[in-house]
Nanobody, 124 residues
Framework: VQLQASGGGLVQAGDSLRLSCAASAVPFNVYVMAWFRQAPGKEREFVSAINKGRSLFYADSVKGRFTISRDNAKKTVTLQMQSLKPEDTAVYYC???????????????????WGQGTQVTVSS
């Protein structure tokens, strides 16, 4: 499975940004898709996940501001980010796994497939 993330950039606090992740997985719809982020000097942290049943999961820090969605026909997962804050600055990675259990959705080591990351920088 190859994942290609895109959509990062430099924005100001309060702005919005949309990240996309294109997957080569077949079949795509059975994969749990997730976004993680990693700021300099920090560990990779969970942001959001969506499973094959389209149940949504969010880190508390982004709940109410970020929205994850998937398009199984296009094999893409999107992270719509609103009301961005400087603390959202990080490299954002998409991840995929088809056998991960729900209790592990927020654990980076549980995912087998990763994209290359896209930089999001939010200025104050």
């Amino acid at each position: 499975v190859q994942l290609q993330a895109s959509g990062g950039g430099l924005v100001q606090a309060g702005d919005s940004l949309r990240l996309s992740c294109a997957a080569s997985a077949v079949p795509f719809n059975v994969y749990v898709m997730a976004w993680f982020r990693q700021a300099p000097g920090k560990e990779r942290e969970f942001v959001s996940a969506i499973n094959k049943g389209r149940s949504l999961f969010y880190a508390d820090s982004v709940k109410g501001r970020f929205t994850i969605s998937r398009d199984n026909a296009k094999k893409t997962v999107t992270l719509q980010m609103q009301s961005l804050k400087p603390e959202d600055t990080a490299v954002y990675y998409c991840a995929a796994d088809r056998q991960i259990i729900m209790s592990s959705y927020s654990r980076a080591h549980a995912y087998d497939h990763w994209g290359q990351g896209t930089q999001v920088t939010v200025s104050s």
